[in-house]
């Protein structure tokens, strides 16, 4: 079956370690995005990349990092410059154009 | 001032009732989705619009262009349908979300 797979789905870091959100998806998407949603706001845009090797910054990409060497995979590194990095974070692809989003199931992160 | 806003933020009803969840918007879009957010974090798209109506077993979402207002209508609820549901705009290269409505139909 086709899909998006993000792991962990839950995650535990101490303060000031850099932490990577893996996704993978075997769509044969194009894009691919990360968001992050915290309670009682809609999701936001921290990275996408519309094509291997070239990725760009959404409305939070402070603190956080990526990488695009494969189509496939999209990880996302969690900096500890993210002053708040305790979220839910959520990777979704598409075709180009953004016609229709999948979504993983999404990593809680949580920073102690 | 959110560009997508959902109303309400949160509703309960008893099983049986015909709901509706609203999304205003105001930025100009290419289409319109409804998405269900379950209480693990995994999200699943409902529909996606661009006008007019669309229906999906209970399911049914209409958006009018010109006063960019969609409606999620939901027939004959059930507990099962208990979840967030999301509206979001495409906009130039990435959607745009609403901050979500928690439903929870009660038995």
């Known amino acids: 079956d086709g899909g998006i797979t993000q792991s962990p789905k839950y995650l535990f870091r101490k303060e000031g370690q850099n932490v990577t959100l893996s996704c993978e998806q075997n769509l044969n998407h194009d894009a691919m995005y990360w968001y992050r949603q915290d309670p009682g706001q809609g999701l936001r845009l921290i990275y996408y990349?519309?094509?291997?090797?070239?990725?760009q910054k959404g409305d939070i990409a402070e603190g956080y990092s990526v990488s695009r060497e494969k189509k496939e995979s999209f990880p996302l590194t969690v900096t500890s410059a993210q002053k708040n990095p305790t979220a839910f974070y959520l990777c979704?692809?598409?075709?180009?154009?953004?016609?229709?989003?999948?979504f993983g199931q999404g990593t809680r992160l949580t920073v102690v | 001032k959110n560009e997508v806003e959902q109303s309400p933020q949160n509703l309960t009803a008893q099983e049986g009732e015909f709901i509706t969840i609203n999304c205003s918007y105001s930025v100009g879009i290419s289409a319109l989705h409804w998405l269900q957010q379950h209480p693990g974090g995994g999200i699943v798209s409902l529909f996606m619009l661009s006008s007019g109506k669309k229906k999906h077993g209970r399911l049914i979402a209409t958006i009018n262009i010109q006063e960019k207002h969609s409606s999620l209508h939901i027939t004959a609820s059930h507990p099962r349908d208990s979840a967030v549901y999301i509206c979001?705009?495409?906009?130039?290269?990435?959607?745009?979300f609403g901050a979500g409505t928690r439903l929870t139909v009660k038995p």
């Open positions: 979704a692809s598409s075709i180009l154009g953004y016609t229709e989003a999948f």
């Open positions: 990349s519309q094509i291997v090797n070239d990725f």
């Open positions: 979001a705009v495409n906009r130039n290269n990435d959607m745009r």
